[in-house]
């Protein structure tokens, strides 16, 4: 089949897919970091940039796609694929979305190699560029952060999609006709969130109670040197981390020539290997860390190495890959109502207020509750002032957010309101307090208004509305109804007499 | 060889269009652009890098990606601009059209001027809804991300069918293939035109034609 290829073209068109194949890697995995990605434009080309665009490289990706990819290509049969999933705080995981690098059968043979496939290739990477922004998994990772984050896997071989659920929906991106087989580029995505909805089944209806997270003290605010997650320079110390394991970093140099359009088109390809240094590669600085949260590594400190949050857990053909990535803001994630049975017992509300409550753990929080107390102060919540927290360990989610600035006021404030039909931010624990209705304290009377209402806010039902009884009169009735007939009808003059009198 | 045309339809409230139109252009030209061109000697050329930008939408949840040519975005905004001025002057139930016209230049003989041979044409429909209160506004939103989603999707399609592109041009042909104004990025040529239909929807009863990039003018 390749004997129509020259040799060159045979190398050319290999280089270009292998290369392929690694920026769409970067492409997908960039999208889903939760953040905006941003690249310039240069007119003077700098030899790195492959398919003329301006795609960063992070060397953690780079890395797993080549140890999935183990020294081969995508080609017939042998598919790679990065698989988006989503993991909660609880250990839940979703599988979101399936990007497919396919190769099948149909080639083009007379299609020019090093000019039209490499251009078209570079089309399907810009078509990728736009697809990865508008699957539905592209909003969740703009808002991941605290409730759950995003992970990516890449294989190779065959194509998995069973994890997406039913009803599960597929775009593709675009196709690539070249003298070996075409290739072929689509996503799979999950349409059912039904993780989501599940969970709220498992929980118990809501308890009257107030949510007070937004008086409570951040429990990491003294981790004020987080920084989001940006791109830097890599400094000496990467070049070193993955030296062993990366050939040279390859690059390719493209010039085309023209000609009249009678003639013939011929192009020349170099390749350069530039010293590590000079490549431009950039990887975000994680800000996460599976680690315990006060263990967490300050970026900025030696070069950026990447941090190995939940590093891969190495399979024979699969990895997992964290993806690195700060919260933008907050994760109006819908979240179920929280349940907290409410333990909640005030002493004398005469003296200084003493409340002893427990917390329970609502939402997203792996922690179990807490014994706290506190004595407090007039202040109505003065409870929820400083008070230690038993901090989670192993929970890579719980940092604040420095949220970057939205591009507009608007945005941002929009941005925590359009949260999908939930008002509500669940953030770290949800505590129960003693539900003090305003105005109503009265040190006399041994009940106060807000014992009397949670006594009777849940009244029993009422008899005559009960299913069951309901149900039995009604067999009853039935039973009854031909002897109550027979009354009514031997008694008719006096209905009838009755009825007379009212009228 | 025929020009080939595709079109668009969305309906966005009053203040989305610009967002929907930027959107749904600087997706098409994304696709249709490239890196400055640079000519060496022996008829051959090495072409510049082309980078990107994501943009979120403020009144639509949608988040667009466009190339980092701030060149470009200007020339676009502009046009955009002009296209929601003249909805807005239009009347209440804008209805209108804005078209993407990628063409060639032939150049002709004098006295004739160049000829512009259109290639690929795409026309966006907008229909302008008025929205009663705010929870129909925050559903809009939602909805017209979505339907930009699709029509993204729908753009990705077309250009992926590899269907005519002009032919790589020599170092004197550049400009009748290319827009080589701009200093970061080579769009393919292309003008901007609108028309407005009035409220009425049956004809179009102004039909304002405005050429961004002149070439017909001598």
Same mark, same amino acid.
């Given at each position: ?68 990819? +183990? ?19 609880? %250990?839940?995981?979703?599988? @979101? ?7 099948? *059968? ?56 069973? %994890? ?20 072929? @580029? ?17 929980? !118990? ?30 400094? *000496?110390?990467?070049?070193? !981390? ?7 970093? *390859? ?21 350069? &290997?530039? +010293? ?38 190495? %399979? ?11 919260? &933008? ?44 107390? &506190? ?36 945005? %941002? ?26 105005f109503s304290k009265d040190d006399l009377l041994p009940m106060d208004l807000g014992t009397f209402y949670k006594e009777f806010q849940n009244p029993p039902q009422l008899a005559s509305l009960s299913i069951d009884v309901s149900v039995q009169s009604m067999a009853e009735d039935l039973d009854s109804l031909p002897e109550k007939l027979a009354i009514y009808e031997k008694n008719i003059d006096e209905f ?8 | ?64 990606v466009r190339v980092s040519s701030d060149e470009l975005d200007r020339v676009i905004r502009k046009a955009v601009a002009e296209f929601k001025d003249a909805l807005g002057n239009s009347g209440s139930d804008g209805m209108g059209q804005i078209s993407l016209e990628f063409y060639q230049k032939k150049k002709s003989r004098w006295p004739f001027s160049d000829e512009c041979i259109p290639w690929e044409v ?68 292309y003008k901007i035109t609108y028309q407005i239909t009035d409220s009425l929807g049956t004809s179009v009863s102004t039909t304002m034609r405005r050429l961004i990039k002149d070439t017909l003018a001598l």
């Amino acid at each position: 089949m390749d004997s129509d290829l020259s040799p060159q073209d045979k190398k050319d068109l290999d280089k270009f897919i292998k290369f392929f194949a690694l920026k769409t890697v970067q492409v997908i995995v960039q999208a889903r970091l939760g953040e905006k990605i941003n690249t310039c434009s240069s007119s003077s080309p700098t030899g790195s940039d492959w398919f003329n665009l301006a795609i960063k490289d992070i060397p953690e990706v780079t890395h797993e796609a080549k140890k999935a990819l +183990a020294g081969q290509l995508p080609g017939i049969g042998r598919s790679m694929c990065v698989e988006i999933s989503l993991k909660t705080s609880e %250990g839940d995981s979703m599988e @979101l979305e399936t990007w497919c690098l396919e190769m099948n *059968e149909k080639c083009d043979k007379d299609i020019k190699v090093s000019y039209t496939v490499y251009n078209r290739l570079s089309l399907l990477l810009k078509s990728l560029l736009a697809i990865t922004r508008v699957t539905p998994a592209y909003k969740l990772s703009r808002k991941q952060g605290h409730d759950y984050v995003i992970l990516y896997r890449i294989y190779f071989g065959d194509v998995q999609l069973t %994890g997406l659920g039913e009803g599960f929906q597929t775009v593709r991106v675009g196709i690539v006709g070249t003298p070996i087989g075409t290739i072929t @580029l689509s996503c799979a995505y999950r349409t059912n969130l039904a993780l989501m909805s599940s969970r709220q089944f498992q929980r !118990t209806g809501p308890i009257m109670g107030i949510i007070i997270d937004h008086y409570v003290e951040r429990p990491f605010t003294n981790m004020a040197h987080m920084h989001p997650c940006s791109y830097r320079a890599p400094g *000496e110390d990467e070049g070193g !981390t993955y030296a062993g394991i990366e050939d040279s970093q *390859e690059v390719c140099t493209t010039s085309f020539s023209t000609s009249p359009p009678s003639q013939l088109y011929s192009s020349r390809l170099s390749y350069q &290997t530039p +010293a590590l240094g000079t490549v431009d590669l950039c990887h975000p600085t994680a800000c996460t860390a599976a680690a315990h949260p006060h263990q967490m590594v300050v970026p900025g400190k030696e070069g950026g190495v990447p941090q190995v949050p939940a590093q891969p857990t190495h %399979g024979t053909a699969a990895e997992h890959g964290r993806i690195p990535s700060c919260p &933008t803001g907050q994760s109006p994630q819908p979240a179920p109502p929280t349940s907290c049975s409410s333990e909640v017992k005030t002493v004398s509300p005469s003296d200084a207020l003493e409340t002893t409550f427990t917390r329970k753990v609502g939402a997203f929080v792996n922690k179990a509750t807490t014994q706290v107390t &506190t004595t407090s102060l007039d202040l109505p919540f003065a409870a929820f002032a400083p008070r230690a927290y038993d901090l989670q360990e192993n929970d890579p989610m719980v940092h604040p957010p420095p949220s970057p600035a939205p591009s507009s006021p608007l945005q %941002g404030s929009l941005h925590s309101n359009t949260s999908s039909h939930s008002g509500e931010q669940p953030q770290d624990d949800f505590v129960m307090v003693d539900f003090k209705p305003a105005f109503s304290k009265d040190d006399l009377l041994p009940m106060d208004l807000g014992t009397f209402y949670k006594e009777f806010q849940n009244p029993p039902q009422l008899a005559s509305l009960s299913i069951d009884v309901s149900v039995q009169s009604m067999a009853e009735d039935l039973d009854s109804l031909p002897e109550k007939l027979a009354i009514y009808e031997k008694n008719i003059d006096e209905f009838d007499a009755f009825v007379d009198t009212l009228q | 060889m025929n020009c080939r045309s595709e079109v668009l339809e969305v309906s966005v409230e009053g203040r989305q269009v610009d967002e929907a139109m930027l959107a749904l252009l600087h997706t098409i030209l994304l696709h249709r652009s490239t890196g400055k061109f640079h000519y060496k000697k022996e008829g051959t050329y090495s072409i510049g890098t082309v980078g990107t930008q994501d943009v979120d939408c403020d009144f639509i949840d949608f988040t667009l990606v466009r190339v980092s040519s701030d060149e470009l975005d200007r020339v676009i905004r502009k046009a955009v601009a002009e296209f929601k001025d003249a909805l807005g002057n239009s009347g209440s139930d804008g209805m209108g059209q804005i078209s993407l016209e990628f063409y060639q230049k032939k150049k002709s003989r004098w006295p004739f001027s160049d000829e512009c041979i259109p290639w690929e044409v795409w026309s966006i429909k907008v229909n302008v809804v008025n929205l009663a209160n705010e929870q129909e506004r925050q559903i809009c939103r939602e909805k017209v991300g979505e339907k930009l989603g699709e029509k993204v999707i729908n753009i990705v399609e077309v250009i992926n069918r590899h269907e005519y592109l002009p032919k790589m041009p020599t170092q004197s042909e550049v400009d009748n293939v290319f827009d080589t104004s701009l200093k970061d990025v080579q769009p393919y040529l292309y003008k901007i035109t609108y028309q407005i239909t009035d409220s009425l929807g049956t004809s179009v009863s102004t039909t304002m034609r405005r050429l961004i990039k002149d070439t017909l003018a001598l």
